[in-house]
């Protein structure tokens, strides 16, 4: 692993004053890190809870000034708050950042609270996170605590329900679940052949996990998140969601390094900006997946690809078109 460079303000252990750790994942976007420190800020509970701010080392020169400009944010809002930042010397790239760091937390910890620096959280964000983590913290086939929903209107009790999913748009987890994430995916080539077991890992067809995975294997993308949610999907897990979200994912805007536009991310209807939630939420009786909830789910997903798709395809019939009209201007010159 890369060098690091560790600024530190004092900091009470968590094995003596049993708070919770949170991550926190910035690069090079000064405002998105701002928002999210102010969100958090804002987060009941936050006084329960120990904040360490990874910042990435730069890619490039030309990143250097707004990596530095996101550390003067961190830095400032440390000082005020008492978070420990992790200045890394050089870029270990997005997946390796986040499970250095998760692993870090989780070895040290038991548990941890992730975010990244293009989220905002709704003030419930921090309550429903440490009680997911208590409550689930021994159920073995409970693998992460996540904190966002898709745009879906769901039933209003109970606060949230399992799914056969994970998600990367703040999330919580352990130490004992979280040991199942492997780097070594090989195997899921052979298994996905298996036309039945591919379809399930894409969520009866919705979306296309399966080629992201395999993209991840061909070094197309650098995601961790296709990497836990094949290993929990291996180990037959569930993780626990909310009835709406409690992130808004501001990424969508085309300033990350992995993010493009998604307007369904980025539109009002997902803002999780409302009134707080009950202080003592409502959690589901049993250990199962809410077969309604995940539904629900996968038709939203279907659409959303279809979708996409559609424009992908329009796209594709545009530029073909215009390739050909100006192949036939070239060949009417001759």
């Known amino acids: 692993m890369p060098p690091n460079v560790q600024l530190m303000l004092p900091m009470v252990s968590a094995l003596s004053n049993h708070k919770t750790p949170i991550a926190v994942f910035v690069y090079k976007r000064p405002e998105h ?32 000034r707004a990596m530095e400009a996101t550390r003067d944010v961190i830095h400032e809002w440390s000082a005020r708050n008492g978070a420990r930042v992790i200045a890394r010397e050089t870029n270990l790239g997005l997946a390796h950042s986040i499970v250095s760091g998760v692993s ?5 910890y038991g548990r941890v609270i992730v975010v990244e620096d293009d989220f905002v959280l709704n003030p419930s964000f921090l309550n429903f996170m440490l009680q997911g983590l208590d409550r689930y913290a021994a159920t073995e086939n409970v693998y992460q605590i996540s904190g966002y929903m898709f ?25 004992r679940a979280w040991q199942v994430f492997d780097w070594d995916v090989h195997d899921a080539l052979e298994r996905l052949q298996d036309a039945k077991l591919s379809r399930e890992f894409d969520l009866d067809g ?35 969601h909310p009835r709406d979200s409690l ?7 085309n300033s990350g390094t992995h993010c493009g536009n998604s307007g369904w991310l980025w539109s009002e209807s997902n803002l999780a900006m409302g009134e707080p939630w009950p202080q003592l939420l409502q959690f589901p009786e049993q250990v199962l997946t809410n077969d309604e909830a995940f539904e629900r789910v996968i038709q939203f997903l279907r659409r959303q690809t279809a979708f996409s798709t559609s424009i ?3 796209l594709k019939r545009k530029v073909l078109k215009t390739l050909g009209h100006r192949s036939l201007a070239v060949r009417s010159r001759h």
């Open 33 to 64: 890190a701002r928002l999210l420190l102010e969100s958090l800020e804002r987060c009941d509970r936050l006084s329960e809870c120990e904040v360490n701010i990874y910042c990435d080392g730069p890619k490039s020169s030309d990143d250097a």
């Open 104 to 108: 870090e937390l989780c070895d040290q």
């Open 151 to 175: 745009p879906v209107r769901h039933k209003k009790k109970p606060d949230a329900f399992f799914l056969p999913l994970t998600t990367t748009w703040g999330w919580a987890t352990w130490a």
């Open 206 to 240: 919705s979306y296309p996990y399966t080629s992201m995975l395999e993209q991840r294997l061909r070094n197309e993308n650098d995601s961790w998140g296709i990497l836990f949610w094949w290993a929990v999907f291996k180990a037959g897990g569930l993780a626990l």
């Open 247 to 253: 992130v808004s994912v501001r990424g969508f805007d």
């Open 312 to 314: 992908l395809e329009r």
